[in-house]
């Protein structure tokens, strides 16, 4: 483990003050664009190689290894598409909005390299409809590339013109579902489709079509000038390479910051956080979809083993929501659950269905109606929802279920209490003749 | 028995002579996103964008008119704008205050900021003020955490709010609201 300052975040101030939009001419001042200048003097599948041997995992939430992403790419087939997933909907993550506000060109410079190496036609860009002042800012970004011979010219060897377009989503947390963020760009209701077909296979507009994260794009110049050694050398074995960590909750100084993957959730919060405001209690580190974790849980490395090693779902975004002993863990949940049960696209009856009844079960514990089987039922509907249990087309149903899953095997008490305490036993409430 | 029955030979808004995509939209689209796409289809989100931008709300007329403009059948326009939260049917105020409701926000207190306006203003998340000035929503994660809680007015984000603060800024937006005319 070797952390040598910031890779990602390296242009922008840490001082607030002192940030500022970096356009292209302070970019390429920089350092900026000279590593694709490098790249397209390289046989493409050298390329690829060089980002299979870093180890570099998804940015995105999934951790799947980027550059063998990209070898499942049918040869010889065109036009191939790459989708830079910008969605960025899931609560308590921000770090993608943050790298572009002030660098969008460290992703772009990414984009194109990562387009060389896969003979790519036209990279989509879709950004969230909610980020509006950072549409305007990587509009002008990708302009600037295109007048500067960036985009809009031919991969060197070949008679393919790569494009770059942003594509703007209009709210929904389900596009940035790699499957339903293909269907929002096709122009349809972004519903997640069944895999296989794998997107590399058909992915948009039925084409081979590979699906990054930006935080993953904006790794690959790191990798091309420094090589996968020094990139691997950051993180642990399983985990290569720097992290952009966006912190919120209960702490002094909320933010994005970066370090090394592999470091401890408590450090990470004391050495850029400013600490917990009060006393820790639990806390997402990940990004809800991953489940919480305990109190005793607070020194957890933020890398890809913390699945399995602190029971949660993964590592996620490695976005951390501080949550201190004030806090009612039980309307935490609620939230939660609120949000997958309005973000549910409706096509799978136990995500359908399951998130809205895990939805008015917690909401009768939050108002005082809760019953003493009511722990046991919510268990259940979260259990048989996602695709892990295999009954779900997507992966938000897996979110709803472990959200529901680490909150009651590590706090219960917390919800037993609000059984016990203020529970009107013996009380039905109905509505429309159903008990709710 | 009696059935109160609704009159469906006439459609639910009054068609207007004057299109909703006018001819500076169509050109802007054709021009700009067309080429961009395999499939005219997929520039529902620009078109729909641009609508919204110049209308503030989808009428049932643009739909059938984007549905002709970009030759698929107008339930699929429908099935796909009815899905996405930014796209709108009903009306709103001349400022729409979305105010993120997910973790870090309601950690943070965003319920206080939704009552205080309760308060004051008199409507709930939904609703819209009579002076249709101010219409405000509840959002999921506007993924801007660190700065909790946070709430867009139109395009602009706010945070971290106070009650009273926020209130204040609401009170002082001016009667127009500055208007981008060129969207994306």
């Known amino acids: 483990m070797a952390y040598p300052g910031p890779v990602l975040l390296k242009r922008i101030p840490d001082d607030p003050a002192q940030r500022e939009l970096i356009r292209y001419a302070d970019y390429v001042a920089s350092g900026g664009y000279a590593m694709l200048k490098k790249s397209l003097t390289m046989p493409p599948g050298d ?59 460290i992703m772009l410079e990414g984009i194109a390299i990562a387009a060389y190496a896969n003979s790519i ?130 702490v002094n100084k909320p933010g994005v910051y970066e370090d090394e993957l592999g470091i401890p959730l408590s450090k990470l919060v004391e050495k850029y956080g400013g600490g917990v405001k009060g006393k820790y209690k639990a806390a997402f580190h990940g990004g809800i979809s991953m489940g919480v974790l305990g109190t005793d849980q607070f020194d957890a490395p933020m890398d890809f083993d913390i699945g399995k090693k602190y029971g949660v779902l993964g590592l996620g975004t490695a976005c951390p929501t501080i ?98 305490s203020d529970a009107v036993q013996g009380v039905e409430v109905t509505v429309g003749g159903v008990s709710v | 028995m009696a059935w109160i029955a609704q009159n469906r030979l006439q459609p639910l808004e009054p068609t207007r002579a004057e299109p909703y995509l006018t001819d500076a939209i169509k050109q802007k689209i054709s021009e700009k996103y067309f080429p961009r796409y395999p499939t005219k289809r997929a520039c529902m989100l620009p078109l729909f964008h641009e609508v919204m ?31 996405y939260e930014e796209f709108r049917f009903d009306k709103t105020g001349t400022y729409v205050v979305n105010v993120c409701r997910s973790l870090a926000c309601e950690l943070l207190g965003h319920e206080k900021i939704l009552q205080k306006i309760r308060d004051v203003f008199g409507i709930d998340p939904g609703e819209t003020t009579d002076d249709h000035k101010i219409t405000v929503l509840e959002v999921e994660c506007l993924g801007a955490c660190e700065f909790a809680p946070c709430a867009l007015i139109n395009e602009d984000l706010h945070g971290p709010l106070t009650p009273d603060g926020f209130v204040k800024t609401l009170q002082s937006l001016p009667a127009e609201a500055k208007h981008d005319a060129s969207t994306h």
């Open chain 1, 47 to 105: 390329i690829v190689k060089m980002v299979i041997d870093s180890g570099l995992r998804g940015r995105g939430g999934a951790g799947f290894p980027c550059g063998t992403k990209w070898t499942f790419l049918p040869k010889d087939l065109h036009p191939r598409y790459l989708a830079v997933n910008f969605d960025e909907s899931e609560p308590c993550t921000f770090k993608d909005r943050y790298l572009c506000e002030y660098d969008p060109h």
């Open chain 1, 121 to 250: 036609t036209n990279s989509y860009i879709f950004i969230r409809g909610e980020y509006h002042k950072q549409f305007h800012i990587l509009e002008d970004a990708v302009k600037e590339a295109y007048d500067n011979g960036i985009f809009g010219v031919k991969h060197p060897g070949t008679e393919i013109v790569h494009n770059c377009y942003v594509h703007k989503g209009a709210g929904a947390y389900i596009c940035g579902e790699e499957t339903g963020l293909l269907e929002a760009l096709e122009g349809k209701r972004g519903w997640p489709r069944i895999k296989p077909p794998f997107p590399a296979v058909a992915g948009a507009f039925a084409k081979p079509t590979i699906i990054n994260n930006v935080e993953t794009l904006a790794c690959i110049p790191y990798i091309v000038e420094n090589g996968p050694a020094a990139f691997k050398a950051m993180g642990t074995p399983s985990s290569a390479g720097p992290k952009l960590m966006g912190i919120s909750g209960h």
């Open chain 1, 323 to 420: 949550m201190n002993d004030t806090t009612d863990l039980v309307r935490m949940t609620r939230n939660c659950i609120r949000f997958y049960a309005h973000e549910s696209c409706g096509q799978c009856t136990p995500c359908r269905e399951g998130s809205a009844w895990a939805y008015k079960i917690l909401n009768r514990m939050v108002e005082g109606r809760g019953k003493t089987k009511d722990l046991d039922l919510l268990m259940e509907i979260g259990l048989a929802q996602g695709i892990m249990p295999g009954t779900t087309i997507c992966g938000l149903a897996d979110g709803t279920n472990w959200v529901i899953k680490t909150m009651l095997q590590k706090f219960r008490p917390d919800f037993e209490k609000v059984i016990k």
């Open chain 2, 53 to 83: 931008h110049t209308y503030g709300f989808i009428a049932p007329q643009a739909m059938d008119e984007a549905a002709a403009f970009l030759e698929i059948s107008p339930s699929e326009v429908q099935d796909a704008v009815s899905f």
